[in-house]
Nanobody
Framework: QVQLVESGGGLVQAGGSLRPSCAAS????????LGWYRQAPGEQRELVAQ???????NYSDSVKGRFTISRDNAKNTLYLQMNSLKAEDTANYYC????????WGQGTQVTVSS
Protein backbone atom coordinates (compact mmCIF):
# COMPACT_ATOMS: atom_id res chain seq x y z
CA GLN A 1 0.00 0.00 0.00
CA VAL A 2 1.40 3.36 -1.02
CA GLN A 3 1.48 5.88 1.83
CA LEU A 4 2.91 9.31 2.46
CA VAL A 5 2.42 10.85 5.91
CA GLU A 6 3.78 14.32 6.59
CA SER A 7 4.08 15.87 10.05
CA GLY A 8 6.02 18.50 11.95
CA GLY A 9 4.59 21.72 10.54
CA GLY A 10 3.23 24.49 12.71
CA LEU A 11 3.02 28.21 13.43
CA VAL A 12 6.31 30.06 13.83
CA GLN A 13 7.50 33.65 13.78
CA ALA A 14 9.61 34.97 10.94
CA GLY A 15 13.23 33.95 11.44
CA GLY A 16 12.27 30.77 13.26
CA SER A 17 12.80 27.10 12.38
CA LEU A 18 10.76 23.97 11.79
CA ARG A 19 11.65 20.42 10.78
CA PRO A 20 8.84 18.59 9.00
CA SER A 21 9.21 14.88 8.38
CA CYS A 22 7.60 12.43 5.98
CA ALA A 23 7.08 8.72 6.59
CA ALA A 24 6.82 6.96 3.25
CA SER A 25 6.02 3.42 2.25
CA UNK A 26 9.03 1.41 1.16
CA UNK A 27 7.91 1.26 -2.46
CA UNK A 28 8.17 5.04 -2.69
CA UNK A 29 11.37 5.29 -0.70
CA UNK A 30 13.09 2.95 -3.15
CA UNK A 31 12.46 5.58 -5.82
CA UNK A 32 15.68 7.24 -6.85
CA UNK A 33 14.69 10.80 -6.03
CA LEU A 34 12.38 12.18 -3.35
CA GLY A 35 11.33 15.73 -2.81
CA TRP A 36 9.46 18.27 -0.74
CA TYR A 37 6.75 20.26 -2.49
CA ARG A 38 4.70 23.16 -1.20
CA GLN A 39 1.44 24.80 -2.17
CA ALA A 40 0.24 28.16 -0.95
CA PRO A 41 -3.43 29.20 -1.29
CA GLY A 42 -4.20 30.13 -4.88
CA GLU A 43 -0.79 28.99 -6.09
CA GLN A 44 0.52 26.01 -8.03
CA ARG A 45 2.31 23.27 -6.15
CA GLU A 46 6.08 23.70 -6.48
CA LEU A 47 9.09 21.50 -5.81
CA VAL A 48 11.43 23.18 -3.32
CA ALA A 49 13.99 20.47 -2.53
CA GLN A 50 14.96 17.06 -3.86
CA UNK A 51 17.42 14.33 -2.88
CA UNK A 52 18.51 11.14 -4.65
CA UNK A 53 19.33 7.82 -2.99
CA UNK A 54 22.99 8.78 -3.28
CA UNK A 55 22.18 12.10 -1.56
CA UNK A 56 22.61 14.38 -4.54
CA UNK A 57 20.58 17.45 -3.61
CA ASN A 58 18.96 20.38 -5.37
CA TYR A 59 16.97 23.33 -4.03
CA SER A 60 14.78 25.96 -5.57
CA ASP A 61 16.27 29.45 -5.50
CA SER A 62 13.58 30.54 -3.04
CA VAL A 63 14.83 28.22 -0.26
CA LYS A 64 18.50 27.72 -1.11
CA GLY A 65 20.73 28.46 1.88
CA ARG A 66 17.85 28.24 4.36
CA PHE A 67 16.37 24.74 3.94
CA THR A 68 18.16 21.38 4.20
CA ILE A 69 16.67 18.14 2.89
CA SER A 70 17.80 14.76 4.20
CA ARG A 71 16.64 11.16 4.09
CA ASP A 72 16.98 8.15 6.39
CA ASN A 73 16.76 5.12 4.12
CA ALA A 74 16.64 2.72 7.08
CA LYS A 75 13.55 4.46 8.49
CA ASN A 76 11.93 5.33 5.13
CA THR A 77 11.72 8.92 6.36
CA LEU A 78 12.38 12.22 4.62
CA TYR A 79 13.15 15.45 6.49
CA LEU A 80 13.22 19.15 5.72
CA GLN A 81 15.12 21.42 8.11
CA MET A 82 13.70 24.90 7.58
CA ASN A 83 15.65 27.83 9.02
CA SER A 84 15.29 31.61 8.72
CA LEU A 85 11.65 31.19 7.80
CA LYS A 86 9.88 33.99 5.98
CA ALA A 87 6.19 34.85 5.63
CA GLU A 88 6.36 33.75 1.97
CA ASP A 89 7.27 30.21 3.12
CA THR A 90 3.70 29.83 4.43
CA ALA A 91 2.18 26.85 2.60
CA ASN A 92 1.11 23.24 2.94
CA TYR A 93 4.20 21.06 2.53
CA TYR A 94 4.09 17.63 0.90
CA CYS A 95 6.62 14.91 0.14
CA UNK A 96 6.57 12.71 -2.95
CA UNK A 97 8.82 11.11 -5.51
CA UNK A 98 10.46 13.25 -8.18
CA UNK A 99 8.66 13.29 -10.55
CA UNK A 100 5.64 12.74 -8.30
CA UNK A 101 3.32 9.74 -8.30
CA UNK A 102 -0.45 10.24 -8.33
CA UNK A 103 -0.83 9.53 -4.59
CA TRP A 104 -0.33 12.47 -2.21
CA GLY A 105 -0.46 12.69 1.56
CA GLN A 106 -2.44 15.29 3.48
CA GLY A 107 0.59 17.54 3.83
CA THR A 108 1.69 19.51 6.87
CA GLN A 109 0.82 23.18 7.22
CA VAL A 110 3.60 25.68 7.83
CA THR A 111 2.52 29.18 8.81
CA VAL A 112 5.09 31.93 9.30
CA SER A 113 3.93 35.12 10.99
CA SER A 114 5.71 38.35 10.15
Amino acid sequence: QVQLVESGGGLVQAGGSLRPSCAASRSIFRTNALGWYRQAPGEQRELVAQITRSSRINYSDSVKGRFTISRDNAKNTLYLQMNSLKAEDTANYYCNAVPPISVWGQGTQVTVSS
